[in-house]
T-cell receptor, first 112, second 112 residues
């Protein structure tokens, strides 16, 4: 069966520090991969999605970037974090078009 | 009990009653919809999906209804249990890249 892992579960970072969040999927090949951000009490905002290695599409302009160095690895990064980058970051995968997305358990990011 | 999405973000029901959670979507071209359940501190969990060529789909204790005329989606939960307490999101797939757009969610409180 397929599983998705995100780490760390929680992270506290100072303003201006770099960021690297990692997501890996097991049990499937060539998944579509997604990064979302969720503000407290709000819905999910799609940040990036990828349909293959090295293929990244950005949904909104922001202080973050994404990379997919391997088929089942998706990384969310920032060179300098802002206070507004605080939030709950979720990674998801799907098997393709018209397939549901399956989420990891997220990373709670707090910027001080 | 019945919610109307954004105007009633919290729905309280008695254990054993049926729950109805509503969602309005925006794009008449959307052809695939999913309901997710999100418990506190966790990622969204897939509940049930429906494609635009269907009006109704049933799962275990859950039913999703799709009204394309008025662009409305609902999730019915039969015999609501305390474990159903969570935030419920609808998501619509608007394009061919399996990108989903999420509503802001409805919080379901089940009173024992």
């Amino acid at each position: 069966s397929q599983t998705i892992h995100q780490w760390p579960a929680t992270l506290v970072q100072p303003v201006g520090s770099p960021l690297s969040l990692e997501c890996t999927v097991e049990g499937t090949s060539n998944p579509n991969l997604y990064w979302y951000r969720q503000a407290a009490g709000r819905g999910l905002q799609l940040l990036f999605y990828s349909v293959g290695i090295g293929q990244i599409s950005s949904e909104v302009p922001q202080n973050l970037s994404a990379s997919r160095p391997q088929d089942r690895q998706f990384i969310l990064s920032s060179k300098k974090l802002l206070l507004s980058d605080s939030g709950f970051y979720l990674c998801a995968w799907s098997g393709g078009e018209d397939q549901p997305q399956h989420f990891g358990d997220g990373t709670r990011l707090s910027i001080l | 009990g019945e919610s109307v999405g954004l105007h009633l973000p919290t729905l309280s029901v008695q254990e054993g009653d049926n729950s109805i959670i509503n969602c309005a979507y925006s794009n008449s071209a959307s052809d695939y919809f999913i309901w997710y359940k999100q418990e506190s501190g966790k990622g969204p969990q897939f509940i049930i999906d429906i494609r635009s060529n269907m009006d109704k789909r049933q799962g275990q204790r859950v039913t999703v209804l799709l009204n394309k005329t008025v662009k409305h989606l609902s999730l019915q939960i039969a015999a609501t249990q305390p474990g159903d307490s969570a935030v419920y999101f609808c998501a619509e797939n608007r394009d061919n890249f399996n990108k989903f757009y999420f509503g802001s969610g409805t919080k379901l409180n089940v009173k024992p």
